[in-house]
């Protein structure tokens, strides 16, 4: 039986997903990806086979994928080549034998047609390149992350406010641990082969819906407070991010207010076998820290 293979192995939900498989599978079964494997040391240490790769170097990806069974294949970071990373890693994998290829892309509803800035196009491609490439796939349509809550409301709604592009568009976000727990239950479950999921949290919520959430959380009110889209833009470049970057949050957030993220399923529930944590359960924990400073014993 050949490797499971999990590329980003020193990302954020590669990484995730390499400790899951620990939890269900002997360390001689599993393999990561990296540009980097000397940051990968504690898993290596814990057996997995940290095999150094670029998606750009395509006889580096042969190499990786060779004795590779499945392979989870996490998209390229926006603002880069990823139709060329993409396809270097989709044609390496069929080269190398590997049966089944799982890709992570980002939710989208392709019946608005909103195009999110920097990944929907190379989403598309790779998802084309998966179909025609004669390999089994299964595409796994991300939802946006709880884990970075902080980065669509910023960590100061409680004294000015949910500022955000106007919209009653809804998102179900969730933890990047239950979507790497899905990641788990298809690289190591049958039945998944040519289907795409779309992944959710187990709640939905508009901006206005969590602004009030928040309210009830807080004790007093943080009031809904839409802004235009440049305006949210330019405060976030205010702030120190990149322009770049900045222009790929606002499309994220502003397609949440038009409803890009609003098609919600039970898939990931499915996948995983448990509820994912929601939206309301996350913010009472974790929003923001210096909440818990304030309330902690002088």
């Known amino acids: 039986m050949g490797k499971l293979l999990v590329t980003g192995a020193t990302g954020n939900l590669g990484r995730r997903t390499l400790q ?3 939890e269900r599978l002997p360390a001689e079964r599993l393999a990561g990806l990296s540009r980097a494997p000397e940051r990968a040391a504690d898993l290596a240490e814990r057996g997995v086979d940290i095999r150094p790769g670029d998606y750009f170097d395509y006889a580096s990806l042969v190499r990786a994928f060779d004795g590779v069974d499945k392979l989870l294949l996490v998209s390229a970071q926006a603002f880069t080549d990823r139709n060329a990373q993409h396809f270097n890693a989709i044609a390496a994998a069929k080269h190398a034998g590997v049966r089944h290829v799982i890709y992570t892309a980002i939710q989208r509803d392709d019946a608005l047609g909103i195009t999110q800035v920097g990944v929907t196009e190379s989403d598309v491609f ?8 004669g390999l089994d796939y299964t595409v796994l349509r991300n939802p946006m992350y709880l884990d970075q809550f902080d980065g669509y409301v910023g960590a100061d709604a409680y004294e000015n406010g949910v500022r955000v592009p106007p919209g ?13 727990a899905a990641n788990v239950a298809v690289l190591t479950g049958d039945g998944h082969e040519n289907t795409t999921y779309t992944l959710n949290g187990s709640e939905a919520a508009s901006f206005r819906e969590i602004a009030a959430t928040l309210s009830e959380i807080h004790g007093r009110p943080v009031p809904y407070l839409p802004v235009e889209v440049e305006e949210y833009l330019e405060s976030h470049v205010r702030n120190g991010l990149p322009r770049h970057v900045a222009e790929f949050l606002t499309a994220w957030v502003a397609g949440v207010g038009l409803g890009s993220f609003s098609r ?9 076998g448990y509820r994912p944590t929601s939206y309301r359960e996350y913010l009472e924990e974790n929003y923001p820290a210096v909440t818990k400073r304030e309330t902690a014993p002088l």
């Open 264 to 272: 919600n399923t039970d898939d990931l529930e499915r996948l995983i």
């Open 126 to 133: 790779a998802e084309q390149t998966l179909r025609a490439s």
């Open 20 to 22: 899951l498989l620990l």
């Open 168 to 180: 009653e568009g809804t998102m179900a976000p969730a933890l990047l641990r239950d979507l790497a």
